[in-house]
């Protein structure tokens, strides 16, 4: 059975929701987060690269989600919720599913201007990082016009890849979607998924250890 590491509130609740989705068991293993925020020694220990999420599959160990939910879906589901090179829609699966990096990266570039804002070179920085984040948001917000879920009509990986960082936004930096209606209602549209309900109970940000 796969053993899910959980590190509390991070990317790792992107595997659980996913093993919710498919219906397929796993084990979690909990592990708290150390005051200044990172993972704690035994955490780091697990892999060489030492970022959550890590999973073990029997006597593999893999890190980064990306990887982690097409090999699951790939491995134990007949490719569920990915989108194969004969499909149509094939470009904008790995579009997205890459996509959260960018997020992401806005996202710390965000908390280090936060922490120095009359740092050398902190207004171009924030210039930079203000058009990125109007570029992807409005790409974003087309897409999600046309389509109800990232890669087309069908929910699929590139969906659990992205939703976190939205989340992460809305919770790290109390980013608000009123002005994105479609990716407002996209995100409302998820998060009425059981298993995402589910999901985020186990293991998302406000979930607890369990016992
Ligand atoms: N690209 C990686 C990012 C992993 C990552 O940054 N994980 C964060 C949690 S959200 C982490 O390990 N934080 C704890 C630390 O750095 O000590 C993935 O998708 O798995």
């Known amino acids: 059975m796969i053993v899910i590491h959980h590190l509390g509130a991070s990317q790792s609740d992107r595997v659980v929701w ?49 990887a982690i939910v097409e090999y699951i879906c790939h491995r134990y589901a007949g490719g569920r919720f990915t989108v194969g090179p004969s499909r149509p829609e094939y470009y904008d699966y790995l579009y997205w599913m890459h996509f959260n990096n960018n997020l992401l990266g806005l996202f710390f ?27 992807y948001f409005r790409h974003l917000e087309q897409t999600l016009g046309k ?26 930096l109390a980013r608000k979607f009123d002005d994105l209606p479609n990716t407002q209602a996209y995100m409302k549209r998820i998060a009425a998924r059981p298993a995402y309900a589910k999901a985020m109970a186990i293991a998302g940000p406000k979930a607890t250890p369990p016992g």
């Not at 389509?147 to 790290?172: R, S």
């Open 109 to 135: 570039g965000k908390l280090a201007l936060r922490g120095n804002p009359e740092g050398p070179d902190a207004q171009r920085v924030a210039g930079l990082i203000q058009r990125r984040e109007n570029g």
């Open 18 to 66: 996913l093993m919710e989705e498919l219906g397929l068991p796993y084990e979690l293993k909990w592990y708290n987060r150390k005051a200044d925020r990172l993972a704690p020694d035994e955490y780091l220990a697990l892999h060489p690269a030492a970022t959550a999420p890590v999973i073990q599959d029997g006597d593999r160990t893999l890190v980064e989600s990306a």
């Open 147 to 172: 389509t109800p879920y990232l890669a087309g009509a069908e929910f699929t990986c590139a969906d659990i890849m992205t939703m976190f960082v939205l989340t992460n936004l809305a919770i790290g």
